[in-house]
């Protein structure tokens, strides 16, 4: 598995921005296709986006599209999310994931990735 270890998450007022950025170690990067899911309370973890290996494609939820941007850097394993325009309803944990690698067809469920950050709570208030 690969390690993933997020960091950028906290108290935002609606209508501000977050970055998070996602570390991997472990394994080659480039060969997995990543994601951002993410965690309300009382809720199911839900896709948020995703990128594939080479960044050729990325893929968003409705509910994001247009004010959320997923980007990797694969010469420092890292993968991002820029968030903008945030509103409380994007409040969760927000988890990073790797899928299960060798550059294959992206899926966009939680049961295509196979490793996942411990999590980091992103707080919109209004």
């Known amino acids: 598995q690969v390690q993933l270890v997020e960091s950028g998450g906290g108290l935002v007022q609606a209508g501000g921005s977050l970055r998070l950025s996602c570390a991997a170690s472990?394994?080659?990067?480039?060969?997995?296709?990543m994601g951002w899911f993410r965690q309300a309370p009382g809720k199911e973890r839900e896709f948020v986006a995703a990128?594939?290996?080479?960044?050729?494609?990325?893929y968003y939820a409705d509910s994001v599209k247009g004010r959320f941007t997923i980007s990797r850097a694969n010469a420092i394993s890292t993968v991002y999310l820029q968030m903008s325009s945030l509103m409380p309803e994007d409040t969760a944990v927000y988890y990073c994931?790797?899928?299960?690698?060798?550059?294959?067809?992206?899926?966009?469920?939680?049961?295509?990735?196979?490793?996942w950050g411990q999590g980091t709570q992103v707080t919109v208030s209004s």
């Open positions: 994931a790797a899928d299960r690698g060798g550059r294959r067809p992206l899926g966009l469920s939680s049961a295509d990735f196979g490793s």
């Open positions: 472990g394994h080659t990067f480039s060969n997995y296709a």
């Open positions: 990128i594939t290996w080479n960044s050729a494609s990325r």
